[in-house]
């Protein structure tokens, strides 16, 4: 976002617009609905300035309690997640290389049947997975075996500290270090302990929606008759009502927006009991996980923030819009931050059957999201990025039918149809496939669907996964999970002197040992495993050749 051709810079300050209307560009304006107020009875009563305070006043708590809802739901859902269980899957797939991409590699005549085996071989294979999940982590196996001989396990260990491990038993006996997040702590048990209180959080917010209202008494209001709004292809006409502030101004509201949120008790405290899960979400470093956010240091933390923004230095403005109809319903809102280099404006419209936002800088970048329904659980999600650069205008569709959340496990899942598909109107991906050399076949790249129908079938959960990539690939894979409730027992986390860890000097003799594990292992599967055999032979690899370098390594 930050991006710009020559010659011009972007220092419009893109966050002043989510700042200075509090909470109303999150999430929650989803659920601002109508507005019924008698207009012109509340406009000769309390004027102008009094009306567009109350249009924001109920938006901003609108938004509020839809941020709360929301943070109720992802807690949930993580604490879902992190309920003791176990669960067992099994994976099936089938992938089908097209004859056009075939033709298109122009591959020597040897070397198709060998491509042709592969693809035989690889369809052939089983894989079952396990999942183990208590207080202390998530354990999951994944076993992937062929009609003969071939068996190769991968456990991955997911321990609540932030720590992850891959373990091939078949090749190496360390465990590699995949990961470590103690410094960030951010994992799906630390998202499922956020500590809150609803009801206080909300009030705190409440509190600076009231600030960000009454901050538009000095506004300068304008209303004008006859003006419509285009969002999506869809036009609204009605009264505008403006509300304007200048830079002094908008720096004012920003700071009293602030200032209130730093003297708020509560706000401090959720902030400090979760800090070390927002620095860690936020990419910073956080201090250590046994130290708590002071309140020196929160205020520290917001008045740099606020000095950083230079609001008034470099003049941004701020304008909410307000589109109303005759009797008074909200049709759609607008908020505009301006300054010295650019203009940043968000629109959006709700129905019943739509919700449609959209965000542009000077007209020419940002995204259009839209929602529509046509019934219960169905309908159409578009996000249209927008750029005055190529590629300008590239996006994703996803259609879903049959959505909703059904028990399973002691919690809830989501179950439903949704076919993803690329959003690609001026052929942009297919001038990058022409460009990059690809072959002709991915010329159709940007016509490519990702099908997934998710159903619960008594105990079992039931996904079938389908893409579709014109004259490239077709890929089908099924998996069936079924489990049970209780508290199953996961490994510690292994001793040191088992533990790789591939970002340091280690590495290459671990990564050396990982390739003599894999011929070892491979020479004493050909040996048992004619599937697996005929494909290395089909590439000119006899099984002896294998065991040849095998019987090397051994004697090394």
């Known amino acids: ?122 369809n052939s294979l089983n894989m079952s997975v396990k999942t183990l999940v208590n207080e202390n982590g998530t354990q999951t196996s994944l076993t992937v075996t062929d009609p003969s001989a071939l068996k190769l396990t991968v456990n991955s260990l997911a321990y609540n500290d932030g720590k992850t491990y891959i373990h091939i038993p078949e090749l190496l006996d360390k465990y590699l270090l995949a990961e470590d997040q103690a410094a960030l702590q951010v994992t799906p048990d630390s998202l499922a302990k956020i500590k809150y209180d609803p009801a206080t959080l909300q009030a705190s917010l409440d509190k600076l929606a009231a600030i960000y209202a009454n901050s538009l008494s000095a506004a300068e209001i304008t209303a004008e ?60 470093d956080a201090q250590a996980s046994s130290e708590k956010l002071t309140k020196e240091n929160y205020g520290k933390l917001i008045d740099e923030l606020f000095t950083s923004l230079n609001l008034e230095e470099d003049g941004v403005t701020f304008s909410a819009v307000s589109y109303l109809s005759q009797n008074g319903d909200l049709l759609a809102h607008s908020y505009e931050s301006q300054d010295n280099t650019g203009k940043a404006q968000l629109n959006y419209m709700i129905t019943d059957e739509k919700y449609a936002v959209e965000f542009l800088i000077d007209q020419e970048t940002g995204f259009l999201f839209t929602n529509t329904k046509t019934a219960e659980g169905t309908g159409k999600i578009h996000l249209d990025i927008r750029s005055d650069e190529d590629p300008k205008n590239i996006g994703i569709n996803v259609d879903y039918s049959g959505c909703k959340m059904v028990p399973f496990l002691d919690s809830e899942t989501l179950v439903g149809t949704y076919t993803v598909s690329l959003y690609d109107p001026n052929h942009e991906i297919g001038k990058y496939v ?68 591939l970002s340091k000097d280690e ?47 051994a004697q090394a």
């Open 1 to 122: 976002m930050n991006g710009a051709g020559p010659g011009k810079p972007r220092k419009i300050k893109i966050a002043i617009i989510a700042l200075v209307s509090v909470f109303v560009l999150l999430a929650g304006v989803i659920t601002v609905g109508k507005l019924f107020f008698n207009r012109d009875f509340m406009q000769l009563i309390q004027g102008k300035t009094k009306y567009v305070q109350n249009i924001e006043l109920a938006t901003a708590q609108s938004s509020t309690k839809q941020i709360i809802s929301l943070l109720d739901e992802s807690v949930g859902l993580a604490q879902s997640y992190n309920k003791p269980k176990t669960l067992n899957s099994t994976l099936q797939y089938n992938v089908k290389l097209q004859d056009q991409l075939l033709k298109d590699l122009n591959l020597p005549a040897e070397q198709s049947p060998a491509v042709q085996k592969t693809m035989e071989y690889l």
């Open 225 to 284: 008759n006859d003006q419509s709004i285009t969002v999506d292809g869809v036009t609204v006409q009605g009264q505008r009502l403006t509300a304007s502030l200048t830079a002094p101004q908008t720096a004012a509201m920003v700071k009293a927006i602030a200032e209130a949120a730093k003297n708020d008790d509560y706000l401090y405290t959720f902030v400090s009991d979760n800090y070390s899960l927002f620095a860690g979400l936020a990419g910073t």
């Open 434 to 501: 022409e460009e990059s050399g690809l072959p002709a076949a991915f010329n159709q790249l940007d016509q490519a669907s990702f099908r997934v129908e998710t159903s619960l079938n008594g105990d079992e959960l039931n996904d079938h996964i389908q893409l579709d990539i014109p004259n490239v690939l077709s890929a089908l894979v099924v998996q069936k999970t079924s489990g049970t409730i209780g508290n199953p027992s996961i490994p510690s986390q292994p001793e040191p002197g088992l533990v790789a860890d």
């Open 507 to 553: 590495s290459g003799e671990v990564m050396n040992d990982l390739s003599i594990g894999w011929i070892k292992f491979l020479a004493e599967t050909l040996k048992k495993d004619p599937e697996l055999a005929a494909v290395f032979a089909a590439f000119g690899i006899p099984k002896e050749q294998i065991e040849i370098l095998a019987a090397y390594y």
